[in-house]
Every structure is written in structure tokens, then in C-alpha cells.
């Protein structure tokens, strides 16, 4: 009996030191996709957008009905689901220019400056 009562403890101490792993380990693999988005511009920015570089569309206007002003700036949370850290982003002014950007690091970055 005593056998028994040992294995199920040690059962119950292995399986609750590998979920404090896994529970542990879980925030050290999520990387932070948040980036500020600057527009240090004298144009307004009127859409932009962020695509994983896994991707040939340019997804949703991440602004939506809001614009960037010259001079504001967003925080916005990158991350799409997919894993990635390398993302394209293509911004739109109020004066028709359009400024696209390759292979950004979101995990490696914490802000972004969009100047002229």
C-alpha cells in the first residue's frame, strides 16, 4: 500500500512541476508584437497596414475610420496569430504618397518613425 501511495505522490509532484514549466516557459515564448506607430510626417496618415512577410496581401487598414495625424502616434499589437516577427507595413498619407517598408522586426522593436 505504501508502494502506492509513493507513486501516486510522485505522479502528482511530477505532473505539478512540469505544468509550472509549461506555465512558466509560456510567456518567454510569446514575443511582444506591440509597436508605436510615429508619424513624423506633415501629412496626416490615413491608412496603414501590417503584413507577416509569409503573406501576399496586405490584410485590413489597421487604422480603420481613425487617421495618424502629423505628429501622433498609435500603439498598435502587430500580432496576426501566426508566429511571425518579420512583418511589411505600407502607410498612406492624406497627399496620396504611399510609403511601404520590408522585413520589420515586431519582436525586436518597440516603436516605428514614419518621417519625410
Excluded at 487598414?61 to 498598435?76: E, F, K, N
Aim: hydrophobic share 45%.
Amino acid at each position: 500500500m505504501n508502494k502506492v501511495i509513493h507513486a501516486a505522490r510522485a505522479a502528482t509532484i511530477a505532473a505539478l512541476v512540469g505544468l509550472f514549466v509549461v506555465v512558466t516557459a509560456a510567456p518567454s515564448q510569446a514575443e511582444d508584437r506591440r509597436v508605436r506607430i510615429i508619424n513624423e510626417t506633415s501629412w496626416t496618415m490615413v491608412e496603414f497596414y501590417a503584413s507577416n512577410v509569409g503573406t501576399n496581401d496586405w490584410e485590413e487598414d489597421i487604422l480603420g475610420y481613425d487617421v495618424l495625424g502629423s505628429g501622433d502616434s498609435v500603439m498598435i499589437d502587430i500580432d496576426d496569430g501566426t508566429g511571425y516577427c518579420m512583418y511589411d507595413f505600407r502607410a498612406v498619407f492624406a497627399d496620396g504618397d504611399v510609403l511601404v517598408r520590408e522585413r520589420i522586426d515586431v519582436c525586436e522593436i518597440s516603436s516605428y518613425r514614419y518621417h519625410e
